[in-house]
């Protein structure tokens, strides 16, 4: 079946460590996309890829990095310098096209203690 | 910048009460819209879009949403609600970025509470 593959589920990594959450799609979109999701604050995008190679900051990049060396893969590192990264990470791919709708991953929560 | 409104972070209903979710948005030309919905935990599934024609558009489940330009809002609807809906709402506006590229930007949410 096509779709997104986000692992692990659940992570859990000490303070001050860098963390890679994987994210992988077989559904051949261009697009993909990371997420940040907080309670109460929706979805905030962290960065997105319009196509391999390529990838640019959302609203909310500092901490975070990317990269898009495969079509099918866009893996998230959260960096120590990241101040708050306990959060839900949501992974989407979608065409590029206007109005196109994404496709999501079943999410990573993360938790640094 | 463009955002979405949504003014009621949670919503109670009777099962099989009608149910309306308010999303209001902030956009220069006509908009792509969506409506999102999460269940605890997991991803978003699409429940619906605009791009433009009828304002009135179906989706699955049973939801509906209208378009109404004059007051920038795209409303979702359900004539009688099932358990089963309770789960958290996103509506998204679909946004060209600087780099002419496309992403969505999403609403705060809100999560809809079904009592028997």
């Known amino acids: 079946d096509g779709g997104i593959t986000q692992s692990p589920k659940y992570l859990f990594r000490k303070e001050g460590q860098n963390v890679t959450l994987s994210c992988e799609q077989n559904l051949n979109h261009d697009a993909m996309y990371w997420y940040r999701q907080d309670p109460g604050q929706g979805l905030r995008l962290i960065y997105y890829?319009?196509?391999?190679?390529?990838?640019q900051k959302g609203d909310i990049a500092e901490g975070y990095s990317v990269s898009r060396e495969k079509k099918e893969s866009f893996p998230l590192t959260v960096t120590s310098a990241q101040k708050n990264p306990t959060a839900f990470y949501l992974c989407?791919?979608?065409?590029?096209?206007?109005?196109?709708?994404?496709?999501f991953g079943q999410g990573t929560r993360l938790t640094v203690v | 910048a463009q955002s979405v409104t949504q003014p009621d972070i949670h919503i109670t209903v009777s099962e099989g009460a009608s149910l309306e979710l308010r999303c209001n948005y902030s956009?220069?030309?006509?908009?792509?819209l969506f409506w999102y919905v999460q269940s605890p935990g997991q991803g978003l599934q699409l429940l619906l879009k605009y791009f433009s024609g009828d304002t009135l558009v179906q989706g699955i489940k049973g939801f509906e949403a209208e378009f109404k330009r004059s007051q920038s809002s795209f409303n979702l609807r359900k004539p009688s609600v099932h358990w089963s809906d309770a789960a958290e709402y996103f509506c998204a506006v679909g946004d060209l970025s600087d780099t002419g590229g496309f992403k969505t930007i999403f609403g705060a949410g809100t999560r809809l509470f079904v009592k028997a």
């Open positions: 989407a791919s979608s065409i590029v096209a206007g109005g196109a709708e994404a496709f």
């Open positions: 956009y220069g030309a006509t908009p792509y």
């Open positions: 890829s319009q196509i391999v190679n390529d990838f």
